[in-house]
C-alpha cells in the first residue's frame, strides 16, 4: 500500500519562503508523475507544479518563477521524495497543499492529507 508523508506546512508572512516535503513510500512500481495541487475552502483543488520520472517539470502560470519542484527517486521504488521550494509567497498562495503521485502501470493516482500553507499580508 502506497503512503504519501507531507511536511513543511505553517504560516509565513508575505514575501517569505517555505519548502515542503512528500514522502511516498511502498510503491512496488516506478512512480512516474509527482506533484503538488493546492486547494481553498469553496474552490476546486488546482494544479500547482508536477516532475516526471525523468524531470519534465509542469507549473501553473500563478507559481512559474517563484515556485520550484523536485525529486529524489529511491534506487529501488521503495522510497521517492517531492520537495516544492516557494519563494516570493503571496497572500493567495494560502490554501491546504496536497502531494499527488501517479504510476501509470497499474493506473494508481494517490493524494495525501495536506498541508496547511497560510501567507499573511
Do not use: H
Not at 507544479?49 to 515556485?67: M, P
Amino acid at each position: 500500500q502506497v503512503q504519501l508523508v507531507e511536511s513543511g506546512g505553517g504560516l509565513v508572512q508575505a514575501g517569505g519562503s517555505l519548502r515542503l516535503s512528500c514522502v511516498a513510500s511502498g510503491s512496488r512500481f516506478s512512480i512516474n508523475t509527482m506533484g503538488w495541487y493546492r486547494q481553498t475552502p469553496g474552490n476546486q483543488r488546482e494544479l500547482v507544479a508536477t516532475i516526471t520520472d525523468n524531470g519534465i517539470t509542469n507549473y501553473a502560470d500563478s507559481v512559474k518563477g517563484r515556485f520550484t519542484i523536485s525529486r529524489d527517486n529511491a534506487k529501488n521504488t521503495a522510497k521517492n521524495t517531492v520537495y516544492l521550494q516557494m519563494d516570493s509567497l503571496k497572500p493567495e498562495d494560502t490554501a491546504v497543499y496536497y502531494c499527488n503521485i501517479k504510476v501509470t502501470l497499474i493506473a494508481l493516482n494517490t493524494w495525501g492529507k495536506g498541508t496547511l500553507v497560510t501567507v499573511s499580508s
